[in-house]
């Protein structure tokens, strides 16, 4: 258990539906991250919050629309998704300019 | 850019064999270096760390020394258990570059055989 929770876990879609990934952090962090993890690719950060401001956007499809209503909640809005951005999305937070980042489990998200 | 390189997997190995996983990175600066492990079904977990040149990090039987000379940051054990099968990513962090965010190696996915 890392502090960081992350619902759901497992999510099908299809391409025409709206959904959201939630994460929380318990650690007292003011930094929450969005990260994409495929079979094909490594890691790839989506996006940064810092202070609830987005100081990060990885040139990512406008599809995904994050949000950080505070600095404990962060979300991901999905829409009109693709099968190729099936894959396990994954939070993590840490405090502001520091090194160590905390991992929520991920969620499995498969676009039919 | 900053970058990782680490040995592409997966790798097998008996259980109380001695494990190396190579990791080099290119950075400007004075980068920090971290070592995730990723069991099945989870999120990432940060395995062990080192901040600075010649620092080594260590946990759970695992090593790591930071190699400024060689650019590198290879993981090691020296007596593998079956638990530690997972993936194993290599990652750094450099404020001086890439304002702080990871970034990470492919990743090596270990298992080993009882």
């Known amino acids: 258990e890392t502090g960081v929770t992350q619902t759901p876990r497992h999510l099908v879609m299809g391409m025409t539906n709206k959904k959201s990934l939630k994460c929380e952090q318990h650690?007292?962090?003011?930094?929450m991250y969005w990260y994409k993890q495929s079979a094909k690719k490594p890691l790839e950060l989506m996006f940064v919050?810092?202070?609830?401001?987005?100081?990060e956007n990885n040139s990512v499809p406008s599809r995904f629309s994050p949000e950080c209503p505070n600095s404990s909640h962060l979300f991901l809005h999905l829409h009109t998704l693709q099968p190729e951005d099936s894959a396990l999305y994954l939070c993590?937070?840490?405090?502001?300019?520091?090194?160590?980042?905390?991992f929520g489990p991920g969620t499995r998200l498969t676009v039919l | 850019g900053d970058s990782v390189t680490q040995m592409e997997g997966p790798v097998t190995l008996s259980e109380e064999a001695f494990l190396t996983i190579n990791c080099t990175y290119t950075?400007?600066?004075?980068?920090?270096l971290f070592w995730y492990v990723q069991y099945p079904g989870e999120g990432l977990q940060l395995l062990l760390k080192?901040?600075?040149?010649?620092d080594k990090g260590s946990n759970k039987g695992f090593e790591a020394t930071y190699r400024k000379e060689t650019t590198s940051f290879h993981l090691e054990k020296g007596s593998v258990q079956v638990s530690d099968s997972a993936v194993y990513f290599c990652?750094?962090?450099?404020?001086?570059?890439?304002?702080?965010?990871?970034?990470f190696g492919k990743g090596t996915k270990l298992s080993v055989k009882p």
């Open positions: 993590a937070s840490s405090q502001a300019n520091r090194d160590e980042q905390f």
């Open positions: 650690l007292g962090h003011n930094a």
């Open positions: 919050y810092n202070f609830k401001e987005q100081t």
């Open positions: 950075a400007t600066g004075y980068p920090s």
């Open positions: 080192a901040t600075k040149a010649d």
């Open positions: 990652a750094l962090t450099n404020y001086g570059g890439s304002q702080g965010n990871l970034i």
